[in-house]
């Protein structure tokens, strides 16, 4: 297997470059970065033409953008900003449309579903989750979580929110609780569905919790570091689970779904990477695909474990978001202000 890289852009001008997240669009890429402007952060969303990589438009937020989105309603961009700004962003134009301030100081990153809505969970001692309903752009529901919340889960009409030791359930129509649960020894970072359970991962721990009332199920514990061993996503498919922690070893775990309250594990193979992964790792056919801060992109079989190949970085890309497109191409944006384009051959 070979990674041959086609196009590559930089953000030029800018200090301190992060990379948020980036979607596609029709014929376009739309990517969000935050960069250092004086003392304070700021934001560009950019668009690309995704065969060429030519720049179409850029637009300019004097803070945080945490999130780009498409929006199910007009497919236009909608940006979630940490200072709790909700955008409109007109995807041809680069364009401000419309937008809504939340009742919050701060905000995380947010989710779209497919009933229109986006929920947002508060940060930084902001403590409030709100739902917004795109049609009419307004404010559905608040609900006061007490504490930091991460990304939320939505499916089947229920939040999956972990904020700092607990995983709540909320209804998406009402905002109402449903069940809570405790994780004493760490903060919960992230909710993922695998079957009718809802995966919680955490520092050196993933635990599974049933879906419908909130029963811890099992738990799996890595054993690494405490300061290495935030585990921030889960990647899932029918029968495994794959993640990474901050040390950059990485972990196959086949999961025998006997019930709804019985499920047996076993550790298929542990891959140690040569740098720090902060994000997730991307399912491609039967391979996995990630980046560290060693400056490597690398493809794994995902049955075996073993290297199928890698390519060299121009920066760190512990901070990193890789989209798999159309024709064996990945995508990734990176630190400084990378977005490459790669090729997948044999």
């Excluded at 970065?33 to 950019?46: E, H, Q």
């Excluded at 689970?241 to 006997?258: N, P, Q, R, T």
């Excluded at 039967?286 to 474990?305: M, Q």
Aim: aromatic content about 10%; some cysteine.
């Amino acid at each position: 297997m070979k990674i041959k890289k086609l196009k590559e852009y930089k953000l030029k001008g800018k200090r301190r470059i992060s990379p948020r997240n980036q979607i596609i669009i029709g014929d376009n890429l739309y990517s969000a970065f935050i960069f250092d402007k004086g003392d304070t952060s700021n934001s560009r969303i950019i668009c690309l033409d995704i065969c060429t990589f030519e720049e179409k438009w850029t637009y300019d937020y004097d803070f945080i953008i945490n999130k780009i989105m498409k929006s199910p309603i007009s497919n236009n961009i909608v940006s979630v900003c940490m200072d709790g700004r909700v955008e409109e962003i007109d995807l041809l134009e680069g364009q401000l449309i419309k937008a809504i301030n939340l009742n919050v100081n701060r905000c995380g990153f947010s989710s779209v579903i497919v009933d229109n809505k986006i929920v947002t969970g508060g940060i930084q001692g902001s403590t409030q989750t709100t739902c917004i309903d795109l049609k009419d752009f307004k404010i559905e529901w608040e609900f006061d979580t007490d504490g930091h919340s991460y990304t939320p889960l939505i499916s089947a009409g229920q939040i999956y929110q972990c904020t700092e030791n607990y995983l709540r359930c909320l209804d998406l129509n009402t905002g109402s609780l449903i069940w809570k649960v405790k994780e004493a020894s760490t903060y919960l970072l992230k909710a993922e569905k695998f079957k009718d359970l809802i995966l919680a991962s955490g520092h050196g721990l993933i635990n599974f919790y049933h879906k419908h009332n909130g029963r811890l199920i099992k738990q799996l514990r890595t054993q690494t570091d405490a300061l290495d061993s935030a585990i921030r996503y889960i990647t899932t498919n029918e029968e495994n689970i794959y993640f990474s922690d901050h040390s950059g070893s990485i972990y196959a775990y086949e999961c025998i779904y006997l019930d709804q309250y019985n499920i047996e594990t076993k550790l298929l193979w542990v891959f140690k990477s040569d740098g720090e992964i902060e994000s997730q790792l991307k399912l491609y056919k039967d391979y996995l695909v990630f980046a560290n801060s060693n400056k490597n992109l690398s493809i794994i079989n995902r049955h075996t474990g073993e290297e199928c190949s890698a390519v060299r970085l121009k920066e760190s890309a512990e901070i990193c978001d890789i989209l798999v497109g159309k024709e064996e191409s990945i995508i990734i944006a990176y630190e400084k202000g990378y977005i490459s384009k790669f090729l997948v051959g044999w």
